[in-house]
Nanobody, 114 residues
Framework: VQLQASGGGLVQAGGSLRLSCTAS????????MGWYRQAAGKQREWVAA???????NYADSVKGRFTISRDNAKSTVYLQVNNLKPEDTAVYYC?????????WGQGTLVTVSS
């Protein structure tokens, strides 16, 4: 499984972005898709996840501001990020289940200016 993330950029606080992650390979066998993020000098942290049936879960820090969704026909998972804060600045990674820690995209950088 190969994952390709995109959609990051530089935005002002309060702004929005939509991150996308397109999967190739055996996507139809993937159940949960997730987003993680890693800020400079910090550990990677889980942000959100969605099952194949559309059940969503979010980290407390992003609840009410981020929305995860998926389009199975396009083999794509999205992360709509609204009301961005400077502390949301990080490289955002998509993740699919697999050996070890699973499969990871290359990451897309979100920078939020104050």
């Amino acid at each position: 499984v190969q994952l390709q993330a995109s959609g990051g950029g530089l935005v002002q606080a309060g702004g929005s972005l939509r991150l996308s992650c397109t999967a190739s390979g055996s996507f139809f066998r993937i159940n949960v898709m997730g987003w993680y993020r890693q800020a400079a000098g910090k550990q990677r942290e889980w942000v959100a996840a969605i099952t194949s049936g559309g059940v969503r879960n979010y980290a407390d820090s992003v609840k009410g501001r981020f929305t995860i969704s998926r389009d199975n026909a396009k083999s794509t998972v999205y992360l709509q990020v609204n009301n961005l804060k400077p502390e949301d600045t990080a490289v955002y990674y998509c993740n699919a289940p697999g050996p070890g820690t699973g499969y990871w995209g290359q990451g897309t950088l979100v920078t939020v200016s104050s």
